[in-house]
């Protein structure tokens, strides 16, 4: 019984789908990596630059509204300082508009390459 057991255990073991870690390919990011932000085409698109030298992209479902050019404000919506897709980051303006991200991306050598140098952050 107890080799039967051990043989389901071992086997319910490597059906399960293994857990993704954050490496180099990863979306996820520390919010405290974060060291520049630049809010671009149309307020529709934020760049992020990590100090992990990783650059990222979040787009917006509209328009980012922040005539006055204030910093964003961006805060995880868990506790744990991680943020792996748009859903858990939260951005919002000083005066309190949110901005409602719909997609966050890791961006490629060659994506990072094609931003204008002025819209780079």
């Known amino acids: ?12 073991l490597a ?19 974060i060291q520049s932000t630049r809010l ?4 529709h698109t ?3 630059r990590a100090s992990t030298g990783a650059y990222y992209r979040m787009e917006f479902a509209s328009a980012c509204q ?10 995880p919506t868990s506790n744990s300082g991680e943020v792996c897709g748009a859903i858990g980051l939260d ?6 508009a949110g901005c409602i ?11 990072v390459a094609a931003i204008p140098a002025g819209e780079r952050p």
């Open 66 to 75: 922040n005539p006055t050019n204030e910093t964003l404000i961006l805060h």
């Open 91 to 96: 951005v919002r303006v000083r005066d309190g």
């Open 46 to 48: 934020l760049y992020l």
């Open 15 to 33: 059906a399960a789908p293994l857990v993704a870690q954050a490496g180099p390919s990863s979306t996820c990011f520390r919010l405290s990596d």
């Open 1 to 12: 019984m107890l080799k039967l057991l051990t043989f389901a255990a071992a086997a319910a």
């Open 101 to 111: 991200p719909s997609n966050l991306s890791r961006m490629t050598p060659d994506e």
């Open 40 to 43: 671009t085409h149309g307020d």
